[in-house]
T-cell receptor
Framework: AQTVTQSQPEMSVQEAETVTLSCTYDTSESNYYLFWYKQPPSRQMILVIRQEAYKQQNATENRFSVNFQKAAKSFSLKISDSQLGDTAMYFCAFLMNRDDKIIFGKGTRLHILP | GAVVSQHPSRVICKSGTSVKIECRSL??????MFWYRQFPKKSLMLMAT?????????EQGVEKDKFLINHASLTLSTLTVTSAHPEDSSFYIC??????????????FGPGTRLTVL
């Protein structure tokens, strides 16, 4: 069975700094999708970034980028020039195929300090 | 685009009563919707997968007679918590997966419903 592990329960960084959130997963499949979701205090789940496993190029969305290491089964999220609005719970998630259910990690609570 | 709404956003009810939560995909069709439960500072726990026109698939440990799911149309799924008890108090989140289109591998989440059972 697939599993997603986020080893950092909580992190704090100063505003404008760069922060990296770790995520590892376990699967025997070669084709799948990986996501980072953000859940701010409002509790609305927001998709931050997605990565298809067949793509070697790391996904980037503005200040958010991932380091996808398929062989190592690692999918870290880098937030550059962090802002106060980035304060949230971040969930790493795995989807084997579109007909399957998303598997979430336990989350990392990120605090951006002024 | 890809907006999912939930109603109500917050509900307080007495123990023993039933509560219905609606999940709507506003600008896309969703054959499949998902219902999650989230405890404070915890991850999302999938309760069930709701498929339009068929019975929902429940995760292990979730009582299907207590958490009734109906997916009557391609834009609406409902979760009814029957005979609610204080331990059912939680944050319930739905998500919807577009039937087609560019984002068909994604799920879009509703804003959640906070249920408090007195």
């Amino acid at each position: 069975a697939q599993t997603v592990t986020q080893s950092q329960p909580e992190m704090s960084v100063q505003e404008a700094e760069t922060v990296t959130l770790s995520c590892t997963y376990d699967t025997s499949e070669s084709n799948y999708y990986l996501f980072w979701y953000k859940q701010p205090p409002s509790r609305q789940m927001i998709l931050v970034i997605r990565q298809e496993a067949y793509k070697q190029q790391n996904a980037t969305e503005n200040r958010f980028s991932v380091n996808f290491q398929k062989a190592a089964k690692s999918f870290s999220l880098k937030i550059s020039d962090s802002q106060l609005g980035d304060t949230a719970m971040y969930f790493c998630a795995f989807l084997m195929n579109r007909d399957d259910k998303i598997i979430f990690g336990k989350g990392t609570r990120l605090h951006i300090l002024p | 685009g890809a907006v999912v709404s939930q109603h109500p956003s917050r509900v307080i009810c007495k123990s023993g009563t039933s509560v219905k939560i609606e999940c709507r995909s506003l600008d896309f069709q969703a054959t499949t919707m998902f219902w999650y439960r989230q405890f404070p500072k915890k991850s999302l726990m999938l309760m069930a997968t709701s498929n339009e026109g068929s019975k929902a698939t429940y995760e292990q440990g979730v009582e299907k007679d207590k958490f009734l799911i109906n997916h009557a149309s391609l834009t609406l799924s409902t979760l009814t918590v029957t005979s609610a008890h204080p331990e059912d108090s939680s944050f319930y989140i739905c998500s919807a997966r577009p039937t087609s289109g560019r984002s068909y591998n994604e799920q879009f989440f509703g804003p959640g419903t906070r249920l408090t059972v007195l």
